[in-house]
T-cell receptor
Framework: GQQVMQIPQYQHVQEGEDFTTYCNSS?????IQWYKQRPGGHPVFLIQ?????EVKKQKRLTFQFGEAKKNSSLHITATQTTDVGTYFC???????????FGSGTQLTVLP | EADIYQTPRYLVIGTGKKITLECSQT?????MYWYQQDPGMELHLIHY???????EKGDLSSESTVSRIRTEHFPLTLESARPSHTSQYLC????????????FGQGTRLTVV
């Protein structure tokens, strides 16, 4: 079925290193959203991308939406311990445009 | 701060008991969702609703049921809790447009002993 795939599932980085998570959809998306879930917390909305090839930045975070609107990435420059958590992408999938979440990437930042 | 609330936050209950997890939102959102999640892992959609008297099962097979009698309220009921139900349950809501974000409650961490 239609789904949103996300890689890697886990990533351990040393503090100060960069981190990237990738999201791929089996179908063209009208938009892609990114969420962050801190350990023990709940997912919190970070950003939404709508346009083909769109790039948005939030401080050290850079979000990209692919030209074909089927993939997206989140890149964190110079990770900090506060970046620890699970990052999810989500897109409207299917005839009901159900908001479907990727499997998430669990980021660990080693001090 | 999102106006979506879940109670209880933590619950330990014995096998075979009936429980209801509460979720309420004050944003007037039509769409509401229940997810099951092990810590930091994938979100599994178990039920959703697009409005009053509308409920659907999600991708994950679940022995739970839901109701949507009022827009703001979307309770989840387990008729007979089992240890395999031990998990975190997250409720979410969003507005009508495809471009709206989802707001999550703080979750209910359920342990069935």
């Amino acid at each position: 079925g239609q789904q949103v795939m996300q890689i890697p599932q886990y990533q351990h980085v040393q503090e100060g290193e960069d981190f990237t998570t990738y999201c791929n959809s089996s179908t063209t998306l009208s938009n892609i959203q990114w969420y962050k879930q801190r350990p023990g917390g709940h997912p919190v909305f970070l950003i939404q991308l709508v346009k083909s090839g769109e790039v948005k930045k939030q401080k050290r975070l850079t979000f990209q939406f692919g030209e074909a609107k089927k993939n997206s990435s989140l890149h964190i420059t110079a990770t900090q311990t506060t970046d620890v958590g699970t990052y999810f992408c989500a897109g409207p999938i299917g005839s009901a445009r159900q908001l479907t979440f990727g499997s998430g990437t669990q980021l660990t930042v080693l001090p | 701060e999102a106006d979506i609330y879940q109670t209880p936050r933590y619950l330990v209950i014995g096998t075979g008991k009936k429980i209801t997890l509460e979720c309420s939102q004050t944003m007037g959102h039509d769409k509401m969702y229940w997810y099951q999640q092990d810590p930091g892992m994938e979100l599994h959609l178990i039920h959703y609703s697009y409005g009053v008297n509308s409920t659907e099962k999600g991708d994950l097979s679940s022995e739970s049921t839901v109701s949507r009698i009022r827009t703001e309220h979307f309770p989840l009921t387990l008729e007979s809790a089992r240890p395999s139900h031990t998990s975190q349950y997250l409720c979410a809501s969003r507005g009508q447009s495809m471009n709206t974000e989802a707001f999550f409650g703080q979750g209910t961490r359920l342990t069935v002993v």
